[in-house]
């Protein structure tokens, strides 16, 4: 049976010349990059490149990146290691922000919930592109406070912008690059005590640097223009599709549908229906979707982020999220849809 995957914001493949630069760098490249003899300074050398490519793509300094093993880790290194100076102050935190930015705040203590602002806010977290609806968010400029931003979901499906944020979280895996390659990038004057000890990364995080991943990173990211524009393709058969869908009934809607979004993403409320039996049934007939983020898949609990925009239990619970590859095609989306139609009408 064919497969379609339509299931982009979890993980989508990466590029060809991607596995190609991390297969000859396994094979090539495989010293460790702290070593001080010939091998290990050629391997220095490599890694120094890729993260002078990467802040280029970004528009940033090389020594502000730190190379680490995923968007998660990257919370988990910048909240932790900023936390003796900020956990005691009042922060302002979008509700609706991925589980591996709210975990790492779980016991920070004055946490506000945008939009409440607190007057003497510290730090404001905001993701650039939720990761459930696609809703596209500008970052918070608030007096002094720093601007935190989850770019996970926005590398290589909308043009970014670091210059209004002072951090942000970049994941390989969704943009055409490797699994276990992701960035922090920090501004200098951020307060940070490493919790990852180790020489790497100017001891900003310790343990050796996967190397080969770095590279298929920086590889991915010399596509990312002819993504951005294959994404951009994507939003009229999304639109189109979307119409479609909800002209089968008024109890279904769109998440966040006025708003600007990833043009790749769609989350479906199909209200009176199981967005998990719905995602099930979809998967038995060839179509890989999800009913939101792929941590949250398979939880018994509805979506945060779906609750945090004001919609009951079991609206959250109706919901489908369909985010398409680049490339993705009319046939394909007309596939799905057709498969959609029949599995509501069962
Ligand atoms: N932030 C957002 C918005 C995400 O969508 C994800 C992954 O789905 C993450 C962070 C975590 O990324 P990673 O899988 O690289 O840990």
Redesign the pocket.
């Known amino acids: 049976m064919d497969r379609f995957y339509f299931d982009a ?2 993980s989508a493949p990466p590029h060809p010349k991607v596995v190609e630069v991390v297969h000859r760098a396994m094979s090539e490249d495989w010293a460790n990059p702290t070593s001080t003899h010939r091998e290990g300074q050629r391997a220095r050398h490599r890694l120094e490149e890729a993260r002078r490519a990467l802040a280029e793509h970004l528009g940033v300094a090389p020594a502000e990146l730190v190379f680490c093993s ?3 880790e990257a919370a988990h290194l910048l909240f932790g290691g900023m936390k003796t100076e900020l956990g005691d102050r009042p922060i302002c935190v979008n509700p609706g922000e ?1 589980s ?2 709210l975990n790492q705040l779980q016991d920070w203590k004055h946490i506000n919930w945008a939009p409440e602002i607190p007057k003497e806010c510290a730090m404001v977290v905001q ?1 650039g592109a939720n ?1 459930e609806t696609g809703a596209l968010k500008p970052m918070p400029q608030i007096g002094k406070a720093l601007r935190i931003m ?1 770019a ?2 926005m590398w290589g499906k909308v043009p970014m912008d670091l210059s209004k944020s002072d951090a942000a ?1 970049l ?1 390989g ?1 969704k943009m055409g690059g490797p699994r276990g390659a ?1 960035l922090l990038w920090m501004r200098p004057m951020l307060p940070f005590e490493p919790v990852m000890e180790g020489p790497q990364e100017r001891r900003r995080r310790g343990g050796t640097e996967d190397l080969a991943a770095i590279l298929g990173l920086a590889e991915a990211a010399k596509h990312v223009s002819e993504r951005l524009e294959a994404q951009a393709r994507l939003a009229p058969l999304r639109d189109a599709m979307e119409t479609e869908i909800c002209s089968w009934s008024s109890d279904f809607d769109v998440l966040c549908k006025p708003e600007a979004r990833l043009p790749n993403t769609s989350a479906l409320l199909l209200r009176g229906h199981s967005g998990e039996a719905v995602q099930m049934a979809l998967d038995l007939a060839g179509f890989a979707v999800s009913t939101g ?3 949250h898949s398979g939880s018994v609990k509805p979506s945060h982020a779906v609750m945090a925009l004001g919609y009951s239990e079991p609206e959250a619970r109706s919901v489908i999220r369909i985010s398409m590859l680049p490339g993705t095609t009319e046939v394909q989306v007309e596939a799905l849809t057709g498969a959609l139609k029949r599995i509501l009408r069962r």
């Open positions: 914001n979890a995923s968007a998660t991925h591996a930015v993701m990761n989850d996970a979901q979280f994941s895996h992701a983020s792929a941590c």
